[in-house]
């Protein structure tokens, strides 16, 4: 063997079913950087200054691990903030409900009115205009446990659109059996939409053990009078997301998607700290096992969860628009936000499913238990969804929801919740499903077309 | 058969076995006391009007199921008031802490300082004096999770005393890991020591969740500062306990204790509506049952959650105060607070358990799964030990503890904590045992002298 020979031998990749089996056995980077993430910075609400330490710490992060073109791309937004808020029953005596207000949603200064209480966002929709004129709307649907998620969508409809839908009719205040399916007394946050640039009544989410409470007080004829106050308020500011390359040999790009932005009730380690951690592991196993024919990119977006009144584009969006030029270059993209429990299935297009491509990522997944989905992948995700409009093939490595929704919003959301050993198989698809893209020379984009 | 031999049937008293075999079934009153109490009240802390109201209405309630002699007892003591509080981590980066101040602790307008971590109390007391000044101190201790519920008692040492501790030291604030067993983002409130009429410095009982952050963080060579906000008060005020019996043919007392109030962040479902409801269940079973040889008295205790600063006398005391000159005819004593779970012991003092009653009690409970406790009753109860240290015969029906100190003074401790099959084991236990003493007339009292 000649020295030519050795230094070919060390320095060829591993492939795609190495990486996976290490990172199956633990050995990869991703837990350490949720860890730090959540334990230094806790909450990471959209445009704040813990968002922007994080971003640049993470930067300085992928930096020491070696990756490339490491840089934060800003961008303009309204930054909700939090206040001091508080719900209470008046009447017919006076006990405090565990509750929090809507993303978005305006302060309220001791709101006062009596509940009428909806099961559904139809219902209130069939509710005649002025039919609510100094009432609380309450609207007290369960959120069904689903594993691919799709309870959640449902259900949140109402979080999204209640509280203009309710304003249209005359209410004073917005409450929500909180979108989860704990059964515990946890209020689960969450953006709410903005008409004309704001939320037109104060907008709260109880937890499901006081919209139980409320419901049996209803039942037993009583008239339920509540106050509703939050110092809540918006204001300018700007959000980041980190860009981070591991260096291939062609300028093809595989886009790798999370977000570093969380809710401020936990510290956002599931949502979605987890998923920066599963990416930032598994481009690192790439990297190490040697230069691949793509470049993989790993972007942690800023600003995922909460909208903006003057309707600017945030993280993903943002990303799209400053990259339009390069955007025949991004071959394959996908995101990880939800959660770290395990990767049951994978969704491709059909072209790609029925390519050599998509025929050996099902093999090398297989396994570590993920199966093909028989769901698309739809738009991929809220990041990187404005890529996948923009003709980008998506996959999506489907997680298991099932108890995702349990603490999904809440101050809940915190480190101890993430399984190690799902987390690693996590990693694990990735890593190996994103190898074999990176060095595939497949024409994903053509099949797609 | 002539009329006499008639109405002497219809009149003769159920069987103990009978009573028991329907709370079995859940032929009883007692989940619906539950279930209004903890709904239309909601929290009843200690002096509170909320406890007042609930007394009133407890006492109407009681006089409409038919008890006798139904009244309220009323003794002042200081009420504690939670005001708005919040514990902040300001370094390494601020990020919020789940908290939750300890009953009796005064309000904190901002007191900072850096974290010093004590394993135990023992660790803590054996810092020097002075060597705390200006700083947090932080007992970072775990509950043993036993059925017992014995892991409370040893950790809770550090709650009662850490803040007295403390401040000897020269510590400005006292923080504490939550005395609870559940491992959840969830503070458990509770009452800590007075010294010379107060709590000397702010203390806060942290969740675990956020315990272990704070661990992690000076693990990671960080200096943690934190800040202690509270705006908590002590006002003058009243509570009460509700005395009501079932009327037997004799003077002699049996009587059955349960508390009203709660603490302030759940309902008071496990800790104590529970109780109050097991124990009228199984009176109004007994009263429905038939005339009695001794009378059954329960007593629903008011402000039995926190101490007085002036050290008067809360509810059990003021009870054995007033009823000093008739404790001689209170032949046997019990309290039900540990929540709702399965009883699966009974403790006797050895010479009761020797006695026929106490052979007779434990065969008629062996089919629903209670034994003879290995542990003696010892003072049977913070309610009625004031009864038990003038000569009241006590026993104790142990329930099982294992999850009670999971939701045990905090906000989780609501109505669905409740399991309805257990606690109708409960009320069959205490039915059981109760009519089978009222119909004794085996002198207790001589026994255990």
Not at 1 to 15: G, K, P, Q, Y
Not at 164 to 184: K, V
Not at 325 to 330: D, N, P
Request: a negative charge; charged letters at 25%; hydrophobic letters at 40%.
């Amino acid at each position: 063997m000649n020295l030519t020979s050795l230094l070919l031998l060390l320095t060829v990749a591993s492939s795609p079913a190495e990486l996976r089996d290490k990172a199956i056995a633990g050995d990869h980077v991703g837990y350490e950087f949720v860890t730090q993430l959540t334990t230094l910075f806790g909450p990471r609400p959209a445009g704040s200054p813990a968002e922007q330490k994080a971003a640049h710490w993470a930067a300085d992060r992928l930096r020491a691990l070696g990756f490339e073109n490491v840089h934060l791309e800003t961008f303009p937004m309204s930054r909700w903030i939090r206040g001091d808020e508080k719900v209470e029953i008046l009447s017919p005596n006076p006990q405090p409900v565990v509750a929090t207000a809507l993303g978005g949603a305006p302060a309220a200064a001791g709101v006062e009115g009596e509940i009428v209480a909806f099961a559904s966002m139809d219902e209130l929709i069939a509710a005649p205009k002025g039919s609510l004129t100094g009432k609380i709307a309450f609207v007290d649907r369960r959120t069904t446990r689903m594993q691919n998620g799709q309870g959640y969508g449902i259900a949140g409809a109402a979080r999204a659109r209640g509280p203009i839908e309710a304003a249209e009719r005359g209410a004073a205040g917005f409450l929500l059996r909180s979108i989860g399916t704990d059964g515990e007394r946890r209020a689960h946050t969450g953006a709410t939409h903005f008409r004309d640039g704001k939320v037109p009544i104060p907008a709260f989410a109880v937890s499901s053990v006081d919209a139980d409470q409320i419901g049996r007080l209803l039942q037993m004829g009583q008239k339920v009078r509540v106050r509703l106050t939050s110092t809540a308020s918006l204001v300018e500011s700007q959000s980041q997301n980190v860009v981070a390359d591991i260096r291939g040999r062609t300028d093809e790009i595989v886009l790798l998607g999370a977000h570093l932005d969380s809710w401020d009730l936990g510290t956002g380690a599931i949502d979605d700290a987890a998923g920066t951690g599963i990416i930032v592991g598994a481009a690192k196993l790439i990297a190490d096992g040697g230069k691949a024919r793509r470049t993989v990119r790993v972007v942690l977006y800023g600003s995922e969860e909460i909208g903006d009144p003057q309707r600017r584009p945030l993280g993903g969006s943002s990303y799209a628009l400053a990259h339009e030029a390069e955007l025949g270059k991004h071959v394959l993209t996908g995101e990880s936000d939800m959660g770290a429990d395990r990767i049951y299935a994978l969704s491709l297009s059909e072209p790609v499913a029925a390519s050599a491509f998509g025929k050996e990522a099902l093999r090398l997944l297989a396994p570590i238990g993920v199966l093909q989905s028989r769901e698309l992948p739809r738009r991929g995700g809220v990041d990187v969804g404005p890529l996948v409009e923009k003709g980008v093939p998506v996959f999506v490595l489907n997680q298991d929801g099932s108890r995702y929704f349990d603490i999904h919003h809440t101050a809940e959301d915190t480190l101890d919740k993430i399984d190690r050993k799902q987390f690693d198989q996590n990693v694990a698809a990735w890593a190996a499903l994103i190898a074999l893209a990176a060095n595939s020379d497949a024409d994903l984009r053509e099949a797609v077309k």
